[in-house]
């Protein structure tokens, strides 16, 4: 099956059991989510990787970083606090990212669903360890024209991370 297909069958699943309605990729094959308007992430098919990947913005380094930097190297290692996701930065503008790669061999409809609820749990985490996220995930949303998710009525983004 090609992954374009099998992305479209796991969102349109996950689509389902977030009671949003439908789903579809955009021509790049990439979906925008906002789980209560504060948390946003896209989920795109790497065609030529066979990957499904997830990416969040966590916020923008301002100023002395060098803190925040260790922080991020910190918790990257061994994927100490990021379930399993990786912290970065763009080159750009120091804009702080959370993303994560799963190999579309090993994806399902369970496996997705269960991926985004690990991945939406960690932004949720790295949210507040960047208090600017909220305007800078509130900018994203109104660019990116995401489909809302209340948490309150379809999705609990409970944390597992326990930390």
């Known amino acids: 099956m090609g992954d374009l297909i099998k992305f479209k069958r796991v969102i349109g699943h996950l689509a389902e059991q977030l009671k949003i309605g439908d789903l579809e990729p955009d021509e790049e094959g990439a979906c925008y989510l906002a789980f209560d308007e504060d948390l946003i992430m896209k989920c795109a098919a790497l065609e030529d990787l066979n990957q499904v990947e997830m990416i969040s913005y966590v916020g923008v380094l301002q100023g002395d970083s060098v803190d925040i930097l260790r922080e991020i190297l910190k918790y990257n290692h061994f994927w100490s606090d990021t379930a399993g996701a990786n912290l970065g930065i763009t080159e750009d503008d120091n804009t702080v990212m959370l993303s994560q790669h799963i190999d579309m061999d090993f994806v399902d409809e369970d496996t997705f669903y269960k991926s985004v609820e690990v991945f939406v749990n960690a932004m949720d985490h790295w949210k507040t360890k960047f208090p600017e996220f909220a305007k800078f995930a509130q900018d994203a949303l109104q660019q990116a024209g995401a489909q809302g998710v209340p948490a309150s009525e ?9 930390v």
């Open 154 to 162: 379809s999705y609990n983004p409970g944390f597992m991370m326990g």
